[in-house]
Each structure stands twice: as C-alpha cells, then as structure tokens.
DNA sequence: GACTTACCGATGCATTTGCATGAAAAGGCT
DNA sequence: AGCCTTTTCATGCAAATGCATCGGTAAGTC
C-alpha cells in the first residue's frame, strides 16, 4: 500500500541499471576471450569451493531456478565440465562433481572474470564507500519476504 | 589488470543478487496481477513523460538493446497499447506514441509496481541511507568505458 | 550529382527462458 | 504395510533473447 519515496525510486533505478551494465560488460569481456557466460564461472566456483554436491544445494546458494539450473548443469556436461553421478543414499538426485577440464575452465576464466569486475564495479566505486555500500545491499540479496 | 579487492568482490555479488530478486520480486507482482511485465511499463512511462518519440530515443533512455526493444514495441503495439506511425522528417522510423488504453495500462499498472518497489526496496532500506545509496550507485548506472 | 559512410530499425535463426507439469523417490502417518 | 504429502530433478511447449545481418534512408565528402 505504501508508496515508494522518491529516493527510493532513484535507488530503484539505479540498481537495476547498475547491476545489468556490470553484467553485460562481464558477459561481453568473457564472450570476447571465447570463454562460457558468468553463471557457468558461478557453478564451477561453486563446486570447486564447496566440493561435489548435489543440484539442490547449488540452486539454494546460486539463487537460480529450478529448471534454468537443471539446464545449465546439461550444458555444462555436455560441454564435459562437470559430471553428473548417480546419489548413492538418495536415487533421486546426482552428485555433481568438476571434471579437470572443468577446473581448467574456472582458472582460465577468471582473469577475465576478475578485471572485468574491477572496471564495472571496483574502479568505480570511492575505497571508503565500498564498505558501506556492501553493508546497505546486504539486507537487499535475500529474498524478500525473509 | 588490477584485480578486485575482496569488498568488491562482496558488492559483486550482492548487487547482482538484490537486483535480481527485486526485478524477480515486481515481475512476479505484476503478473500475479495479470498485468504485463516491467519494461512494459518502462516503455509506457517514457512515453508519458516524454512525449512522442522514436524508437532510438528510448533506446537510449532506457538502455535497451535495439532488438530487443524492436521486438518489445512490436508486442505492445499488437497488444494495442502504442501505435507506431511513420516519421515524416525521416523515412527511416517511426514516431512512437500512447494510444487511451496505453494510458489506462500505466495508470492499472503503477500501484502494483510500486508496491512491489517499497516492498523490495523502500522497507528494506534504512532512511538515512537511502540518499547515499542513490549517490554511490550513480556512477555504476551508466555505461562502463563512459 | 555520385559515392561512401553512418544510422535506424527489422528479422532469420539458433539458443535460452518461463511456466506448467511429469516422473520418480523419500518421508511421514496411521 | 498402505497411503498421502513433499522433495528432487527433468522436460514439452510457447515465448523471449542474442547475435549477426539486411534493407532502407540520411548525412558527409569529393
């Protein structure tokens, strides 16, 4: 019922513009390198921090859909990054598991990952500022009615 | 060549995520409303505002890309909420322009919307720091090598 | 004017997304 | 055990997206 302030709204805009141009110039730099997009770095990351796991953990900490995960995860198979085993205690799910190709990957991309971040977001963000920007966008990157 | 510092990387991710979930959070306002999603009213709201326009124009404004905006305004106008006429000083495009119902849809539209921004945004941001969010995220609102 | 370049907007085609649903197994209850 | 609910993951189908490219016009150059 309550209406946005103005405030708000300019905040409104300018995170989803923010947060898409940062995107599409990670894309793009990474596209240019010949390399996959941003959520593949996110799964390969994702499965080399937090060891081998199953689809579902993945999709609660990556925050994707159900169903664009399960895709991803076919691609990123047939691409022969990861492997899919059969869960030995639970025949529903798989375990995914990075193959050496797969760690390969994640190495080779995130140079171009990782400058690409420092010229959308680090270089342009004030030192002090960065702090506390991250302190205000924490209560933001949770779902919202938690 | 420089990479990001550990801050960075936390804005990184936190901005990508609260962007997300809050277009998630609106999109899925609007729809549960049976009402056509965000960048619809983007589109409709620039037209308001700013009058009868060409397609380029809102390109720009809104930082979409030209095919997509092609094909949104294509949807729109079968929807028959814009009308697209020929340009006379220039044969290349059209004038862009609001038909009745177009006005209606924004008008039907807003209260949904802004619901969902105050919930996602407004309530979820302290008052004294939403100005200084606004002012930090400026400069990664517009586009990277600008 | 003829020619080259830049610009505006649409579109073919393959890939990806979104939504709904399905299939199969696990867990809980009596 | 039998039955119902929940969880996990995949998938059919329609719609949207991304990329490259094209047709057409305007603008600049000689």
Redesign the pocket.
Known sequence: MAKPAAMTLLVWTRLLRAADLAEQHC?AAL?AAGLPPPDWYDVLLALERGGPQ???AL?TSLGT????L????D?MVRAGLIT?TPCPD?????TLDLTTEGRTMRSAMWPVYAEAIEAALGARVVEDDCAALARMLGPLAVPVSG
């Open positions: 894309a596209r199953r689809p579902r999709q859909e159900q169903y664009a399960s895709r991803l995860l691609r899919r639970d025949a529903r799910g798989h």
